[in-house]
T-cell receptor, first 110, second 114 residues
């Protein structure tokens, strides 16, 4: 089965609203990264997390290694937030290898 | 721009050709990765270098895919011979390494094999 399961797979938001994306892990994740792939294909690193939370502008992410999940909260969604969000986990027994989720496709409408 | 640089942005090849994709990692990063991205398979790791040494050579991708890192600031991915199923976006990424694996990606090379 999927080692990193992302939900939802697709999401449509009105500009100005809030939402949360989630990743559940069936591996012993030690660090988590969140990426945004924009419509042109560029992958941008949003967060690199050890267990805990981080905030950057309208984005906030949390990683709970004991409960094996991570969340990405988007506040006051803007048109430029549209794209595909990927989470990726590093696990102790997999060394450097990141296991990627299948992504959440987000569309922000005006 | 001091990010990861990949060339070319697009490549069109005939079946059976040899193509070479290029990558320059972020200056000072020790780890370099090559990934392939398709809609069906998502992101797949092809190769991984740590301090220029090949640590992962991609398992199922070994036979026609060869990544090299001749110096700390340049890597190539050769596909020989190309097949239509190789059509994908090839992404290079680098990270500082040494317990900081925060990954930075290049813009990718979109390969179409006819």
């Amino acid at each position: 089965g999927d080692k990193v399961k992302q939900s939802p797979s697709a999401l449509s938001l009105q500009e100005g609203t809030n939402s949360a994306l989630r990743c559940n892990f069936s591996i012993a994740a030690t660090t988590v990264q969140w990426f945004l792939q924009n419509p042109r294909g560029s992958l941008m690193n949003l967060f690199y997390l050890v267990p805990g939370t981080k905030e950057n502008g309208r984005l906030k992410s949390a990683f709970d290694s004991k409960e094996s999940y991570s969340t990405l909260h988007i506040r006051d969604a803007q048109l430029e937030d549209s794209g595909t969000y990927f989470c990726a986990a590093e696990a102790d027994n997999m060394g450097y290898k990141l296991t990627f989720g299948t992504g959440t496709s987000l569309l922000v409408d005006p | 721009d001091a990010g990861v640089t990949q060339t070319p942005r697009h490549e069109v090849a005939e079946k059976g050709q040899t193509i070479i994709l290029k990558c320059e990692p972020v200056s000072g990063h020790n780890d370099l990765f090559w990934y392939r991205q398709t809609k069906i398979q998502g992101l797949e790791l092809l190769s991984y270098f740590r301090s220029k040494s090949l640590m992962e050579d991609g398992g199922a991708f070994k036979d026609r895919f060869k990544a090299e890192m001749l110096n700390s600031s340049f890597s190539t991915l050769k596909i020989q011979p190309t097949e239509p199923k190789d059509s994908a976006v090839y992404l290079c990424a680098s990270s500082p390494g040494s317990s900081n694996e925060r990954l930075f990606f290049g813009h990718g090379t979109k390969l179409s094999v006819l």
